[in-house]
C-alpha cells in the first residue's frame, strides 16, 4: 500500500487530491505521513463500535498499526464523525435526498421507504435511484415502494400483526387489503403472520438483552426484532399465542383444501385474531384443529 501510495504522492501534478473511499480496509496508515503538503487526502470511514471483549494481545514483537484517525490528526488533520441517522430523522434526510436528485416522491411513500430501508444511507440512495428510473418523471408514489423495495412488505406485515394484537379490526383489515391489492399472494402473508407469531411468543419471555439475544439465535432471528416486539407481546397471554396459531393453521389448511377463495380465508383469519365473533376460520377446513 505505500508503495502504491507514493507512486500517487510522487506524481508532479500540484494541488492533487486523493480521495479513499472504505479507508477502515487500510491495515496500516503511517503512510499519511508521506503526502506532500500540496495535496490533500480525504478518507471515507466506518467506524466500528469497540467490542466488549478485549481482543487478544499482539505479539511482543510486532509494531503496533497506526490508527487511522490517529495518523490523521498527527499530521494536523481533521477528523469529523458523522453520526447514524436517528430513525426519526431518516423521512426527512430521504425528502432532502430526493429533492437534491430532482426526484418527486409522496409523503407517504417516504413514510413507506424509511420504514423499509431503515437508516441505511447507502441503501436509501440506491432505492430513490431505483424508483426514479421507474418513475420516469411521475411522483414516487407508495405503491412503487412496496413494489420494488425489499422489506417493504415485512413493515406492512409489522403494522397488520400490530393491529391484530391490538385487537384493532378496523386498522387490520385496511392493511389486508392494501396488501392484497398490491398482489401480494395469501400464503405469503399468512406465513409472514406465522412468522411474527413465533416472534411475539419468543419476545413474551424477554426479560433483559441478554434474553433477547439467545431468544433470537434459537428462532434465526435478531435481538432488536425481539426487543422491538416486546411491548405488543405484554398484551397477549400464552392461550392467546396458542389460539392465534391454531387460526393460522385452520386457514392454511382451508386455502389448501380450496373450499374457500384465499382473501376470503385470510380475512376470516385477520377478523378472528382480532376477537371479532364469528369469523372462526376454523369453521372452513376439515379436519379442523382441536380447540382449547
Known amino acids: 500500500m505505500s508503495g502504491r501510495s507514493q507512486g500517487l504522492f510522487d506524481a508532479p501534478d500540484e494541488h492533487r487530491v486523493v480521495v479513499v473511499d472504505s479507508a477502515e480496509a487500510l491495515k496500516d496508515a503511517s503512510f499519511i505521513a508521506e503526502l506532500p503538503a500540496e495535496s490533500a487526502l480525504v478518507m471515507l470511514t466506518s467506524e466500528n463500535l469497540p467490542p466488549q471483549r478485549?481482543?487478544?494481545?499482539?505479539?511482543?514483537?510486532?509494531?503496533?498499526?497506526?490508527?487511522?484517525?490517529?495518523?490523521?490528526?498527527?499530521?494536523?488533520?481533521?477528523?469529523?464523525?458523522?453520526?447514524?441517522?436517528?430513525?426519526?430523522?431518516?423521512?426527512?434526510?430521504?425528502?432532502?435526498?430526493?429533492?437534491?436528485?430532482?426526484?418527486?416522491?409522496?409523503?407517504?411513500?417516504?413514510?413507506?421507504?424509511?420504514?423499509?430501508?431503515?437508516?441505511?444511507?447507502?441503501?436509501?440512495?440506491?432505492?430513490?435511484?431505483?424508483?426514479?428510473?421507474?418513475?420516469?418523471?411521475?411522483?414516487?408514489?407508495?405503491?412503487?415502494?412496496?413494489?420494488?423495495?425489499?422489506?417493504?412488505?415485512?413493515?406492512?406485515?409489522?403494522?397488520?400483526?400490530?393491529?391484530?394484537?391490538?385487537?384493532?379490526?378496523?386498522?387490520?383489515?385496511?392493511?389486508?387489503?392494501?396488501?392484497?391489492?398490491?398482489?401480494?399472494?395469501?400464503?405469503?402473508?399468512l406465513a409472514m403472520l406465522l412468522w411474527q407469531m413465533r416472534v411475539l411468543l419468543f419476545a413474551g419471555r424477554v426479560k433483559t438483552p441478554a434474553d433477547a439475544e439467545k431468544a433470537a439465535k434459537a428462532i434465526r432471528s435478531t435481538a432488536s426484532a425481539i426487543s422491538r416486539w416486546r411491548p405488543e407481546a405484554s398484551r397477549l397471554s400464552r392461550a392467546d399465542i396458542t389460539r392465534a396459531y391454531e387460526a393460522l393453521y385452520a386457514t392454511d389448511i382451508a386455502i389448501k383444501q380450496g373450499r374457500v377463495d384465499p382473501e376470503t380465508a385470510l380475512m376470516f383469519c385477520v377478523l378472528d385474531l382480532c376477537g371479532v365473533p364469528n369469523a372462526d376460520p376454523r369453521e372452513l377446513a376439515v379436519g379442523e384443529p382441536p380447540r382449547r
Do not use: N
Not at 469529523?80 to 409522496?106: C, F, M, N, T
Not at 397488520?160 to 405469503?188: F, H, K, M
Open 54 to 189: 478485549r481482543r487478544a494481545r499482539a505479539k511482543a514483537d510486532e509494531p503496533p498499526a497506526v490508527g487511522l484517525a490517529a495518523a490523521v490528526q498527527a499530521i494536523g488533520g481533521k477528523v469529523e464523525r458523522i453520526e447514524r441517522l436517528s430513525p426519526d430523522h431518516v423521512p426527512q434526510w430521504i425528502a432532502a435526498r430526493a429533492a437534491l436528485k430532482g426526484v418527486r416522491i409522496e409523503p407517504a411513500a417516504v413514510s413507506e421507504l424509511a420504514a423499509a430501508a431503515g437508516s441505511v444511507t447507502d441503501r436509501i440512495e440506491q432505492e430513490l435511484a431505483k424508483l426514479a428510473t421507474y418513475a420516469k418523471g411521475e411522483p414516487v408514489t407508495a405503491a412503487a415502494v412496496r413494489a420494488l423495495v425489499p422489506g417493504a412488505i415485512e413493515t406492512e406485515i409489522f403494522d397488520l400483526t400490530r393491529a391484530v394484537v391490538r385487537r384493532d379490526a378496523r386498522s387490520a383489515v385496511a392493511v389486508l387489503e392494501r396488501l392484497l391489492a398490491q398482489g401480494d399472494v395469501p400464503l405469503q402473508i
